[in-house]
């Protein structure tokens, strides 16, 4: 990070770096043996990590070119012998070595604070969230969205309002329903999901082999029959032969996170290049 970037970025990199201090700092004092601070342990590991990349997609990503507009600096800072593209190009590699080094530290912290909730006889919060190169990917693509939307809006508050809705909802979509569908799912019939294992759906299946939603049939056999011998009696009655869970078993999370990793990263690089192409359009209209 050269002189003039960080003297202007040194305050959120800052307060980035106190914040993720002291969340550092509550977690690995944290008293994990209580069912209530196991609690908010487990809460801070789940919410923790995708608030961050929330504050760098927000504070950090949005800002960035959207305030030079606004500000009207762009008239002094971008000329023909220093593009807006280069300036681009250098701020973003600038501020990636922070991004990095405070996600590596929410990392290490988070996985400290899992093994230590491990140590103990209530069950831990899985941990997929927390591979290194994933959570790196979500952080950077958040940075990139910010940087795209400030570059498009030129509006320092519309961007940030607008990264925000953009990656809770990205965030959202591919955390609970893309997810458990990167890779074709595996199915047992007749059988319990293993603890380890990802769900992805379940149900029920006629002697057609159709699939029947779980609510319904239940709705149906088990609200009206409390006797689970009365409730097979009921299955069959209404043709429904077997029960049936799509998961993804403990030794595909890998591949997955690769997956999901792959494409957080080309949405990262094609959100940079995005912003970048507009920023050239721009010079070259002028």
Known sequence: MTWLTWRIERVKVLVGAALVLIAAAVLLTLNVNGPGTMTGARVALTLGPPAFAVVVAV?????????????RTHLVLWSRDRPATRWLALRVAHLLLPIVVLTFVVNVVARLTLDRMRGTAIQATPDYDLWLPLQLATVIAGFALGVLVGVLTRN??????????????????????ARPHLLPPLRLLDKVRPLDAMFVAGGYLDRDGNELAASAVQSVCVGEHPVIAAQDQCLVAHGIVRSFVDIQPANRLTDLRLVEFGGYAVLAAALLAAAWLVLRRRETSR
């Open 59 to 71: 504070f950090w990503g949005a800002p960035l070119v959207a305030r030079e507009y606004e500000q």
């Open 156 to 177: 320092v508050v519309l961007s940030m309002g607008i990264t925000l809705v953009g990656y809770a909802a990205l965030r959202l979509y591919v955390g609970v329903i």
